[in-house]
């Protein structure tokens, strides 16, 4: 299963159907406003506009987000009422530093809430955790499952059986020469600094697993373009986004089987169901490439 979030601020302009068809199997979009990524960029997002993207994208989107409005909850609900009205099903959304008592509201209503707004609190991760435990014994208590944004860190999501995430952290190593592998015999992911012979020839084994030469991965200028053929570059530059998705994609398939968290009324899968988010449509189609290779290596198996 390919999973990818795919932002209304970011990809507009964007095939969505080309993405799920480079996969070549069964995936699931998650749509989201983009509209944290849209306030910090100092530009707006007009309901009418992500309304008719929902309902272009209607026969691919498998699950969509309200438009948030942040810090601003009774906006955000509104939002949330308009689009229903226009028979278009969204999570609503409920940010850290809102009213509980909004909460144990959209729990008693909905099954299905998205939790958003720790992006600026990441560094803070213990008052985050005590944060989501209290919202999820709001959720148990109601029988309400939730979606994580913007959930990277590992611990966080191997400790709370969230039904659903999104990550972008797969794609951040590309920019800062840095590859994610997924070491299943520890359950963790393993990050490796490219360009380094000792640390590839020490995680060549795992390098090797996820597709990935680790003589390649080792050489110093990997993934850069300076004195190489086109080709070169490509091969490298595919390999540095790939080897990532699809350690990702091994960690999703880690977290379902850990967390089996069961689907809410209206959804068929099981989570927890990992998202890989992302602003380049590049990078989702390597990924989906990567992740199909993948699922064919372990059929053959």
Same mark, same amino acid.
């Given at each position: 299963?390919?999973?990818?979030?795919?932002?209304?601020?970011?990809?507009?302009?964007?095939d969505?159907?080309?993405?799920?068809?480079?996969y070549?199997?069964?995936?699931?979009?998650?749509?989201?406003?983009?509209?944290?990524?849209?306030?910090?960029?100092?530009?707006?997002?007009?309901?009418?506009d992500?309304?008719?993207w929902?309902h272009?994208?209607?026969?691919v989107i498998t699950?969509?987000a309200?438009?948030?409005?942040?810090?601003?909850?009774?906006?955000?609900?509104?939002?949330?009422?308009?689009?229903?009205?226009?028979?278009?099903?969204?999570?609503?959304v409920?940010?850290?530093?809102?009213?509980?008592?909004?909460?144990?509201?959209?729990?008693?209503?909905?099954?299905?809430?998205?939790?958003?707004?720790?992006?600026?609190y990441?560094?803070?991760?213990?008052?985050?955790?005590?944060?989501?435990?209290?919202?999820?014994?709001?959720? #148990?208590? *109601? /029988? $309400?499952?939730?979606?994580?944004? !913007?959930?990277?860190? %590992? +611990? =966080?999501? &191997?400790?709370? @059986?969230?039904?659903?995430v999104?990550s972008?952290?797969w794609?951040?190593?590309a920019?800062?020469?840095?590859m994610?592998?997924?070491?299943?015999?520890?359950?963790?992911?393993?990050?490796?600094?490219?360009?380094?012979?000792?640390?590839?020839?020490?995680?060549?084994?795992?390098? #090797?697993? *996820? /597709? $990935?030469?680790?003589?390649?991965? !080792?050489?110093?200028? %990997? +993934? =850069?373009? &300076?004195?190489k @053929?086109?080709?070169?570059?490509?091969?490298?530059?595919?390999?540095?986004r790939?080897?990532?998705a699809?350690?990702?994609?091994?960690?999703?398939?880690?977290?379902?089987?850990?967390?089996?968290?069961?689907?809410?009324?209206?959804?068929?899968?099981?989570g927890?169901?990992?998202?890989?988010?992302?602003?380049?449509?590049?990078?989702?189609?390597?990924?989906?490439?990567?992740?199909?290779?993948?699922?064919r290596?372990?059929?053959?198996?």
């Amino acid at each position: 299963m390919f999973r990818y979030l795919t932002s209304f601020h970011y990809h507009r302009e964007t095939d969505l159907a080309a993405i799920g068809a480079a996969y070549g199997g069964p995936y699931e979009v998650f749509a989201d406003s983009g509209a944290f990524s849209a306030a910090t960029t100092g530009s707006t997002i007009k309901l009418a506009d992500y309304a008719a993207w929902l309902h272009q994208w209607r026969h691919v989107i498998t699950t969509a987000a309200t438009l948030d409005v942040i810090g601003d909850p009774d906006a955000t609900h509104r939002n949330t009422l308009a689009l229903e009205d226009q028979g278009i099903r969204v999570l609503p959304v409920f940010h850290i530093g809102s009213p509980w008592r909004r909460l144990e509201a959209l729990c008693a209503s909905y099954r299905y809430i998205a939790l958003g707004g720790m992006v600026p609190y990441a560094r803070r991760t213990d008052d985050v955790m005590r944060w989501l435990i209290r919202a999820f014994r709001i959720a #148990r208590h *109601h /029988g $309400a499952v939730y979606h994580g944004f !913007g959930q990277t860190r %590992f +611990a =966080t999501i &191997a400790a709370l @059986p969230f039904y659903t995430v999104d990550s972008s952290s797969w794609a951040s190593g590309a920019r800062f020469g840095v590859m994610s592998l997924w070491d299943s015999q520890h359950s963790r992911i393993v990050q490796l600094t490219v360009g380094r012979p000792a640390e590839a020839r020490k995680h060549a084994g795992l390098l #090797r697993t *996820h /597709g $990935a030469d680790p003589a390649v991965v !080792g050489r110093r200028g %990997f +993934a =850069t373009k &300076a004195g190489k @053929p086109p080709e070169q570059f490509q091969a490298e530059d595919t390999m540095i986004r790939a080897t990532p998705a699809v350690a990702y994609g091994r960690l999703g398939r880690w977290l379902e089987r850990r967390h089996h968290v069961a689907p809410p009324p209206g959804w068929t899968s099981t989570g927890t169901g990992l998202f890989l988010a992302d602003t380049d449509t590049k990078n989702f189609t390597v990924a989906a490439r990567a992740l199909a290779a993948d699922a064919r290596k372990d059929n053959t198996s």
